[in-house]
């Protein structure tokens, strides 16, 4: 094998070292602007590639809103699959790790996350998910809380 393969989406530099860049997909219910689809294009192409087999979220932007925030981010899927999900916990954290907010979101709404592919998805916090005084414009972000079995 040669010191660099691209196959499809995954770039192998050595065994140990592949990665996987998703491909920008938009939710059938959104209606996205040239404008607003250059700005998800741009950002899109700025985000790290995955490891193989991950499910990720990556923050874009906070907007504060009567009483609470609006997270836009990225669903992202390395996995080879369509993925769909249900009921699932959201955080928003600081640089520190802290929790600043927690909130159960029902995805089921979103459909099917085509495989290796990345979408954009607004998530909605409210004064009562909130777990902090405040959160912060920057050096927020938003990821899944994962529990143990």
Not at 16 to 24: K, P, R, Y
Not at 54 to 71: P, W
Not at 86 to 102: E, N, T, Y
Not at 141 to 147: S, T, Y
Request: charged residues 30%; neutral net charge.
């Amino acid at each position: 094998m040669s010191l660099f393969e691209k196959r499809d989406n995954t770039q192998r530099l050595s065994d140990q070292d592949v990665t996987v860049h998703t491909a920008l997909m938009f939710h059938k219910g959104w209606k996205v602007s040239k404008q607003e689809e250059y700005v998800y294009k741009f950002r899109h192409q700025r985000l790290p590639a995955l490891k193989p087999n991950q499910i990720s979220l990556s923050g874009i932007k906070l907007t504060r809103v009567e009483d609470g925030v609006m997270i836009e981010a990225f669903l992202r899927s390395s996995i080879e699959k369509a993925v769909s999900f249900d009921i699932v916990d959201i955080l928003i954290v600081d640089g520190k790790g802290k929790f600043l907010a927690k909130k159960a979101f029902d995805l089921s709404e979103l459909g099917e996350l085509p495989a290796l592919s990345s979408m954009p998805w607004r998530f909605l916090f409210e004064e009562g998910d909130m777990l902090a005084d405040s959160i912060p414009d920057e050096g927020w972000k938003i990821a899944f809380e994962w529990k143990r079995k």
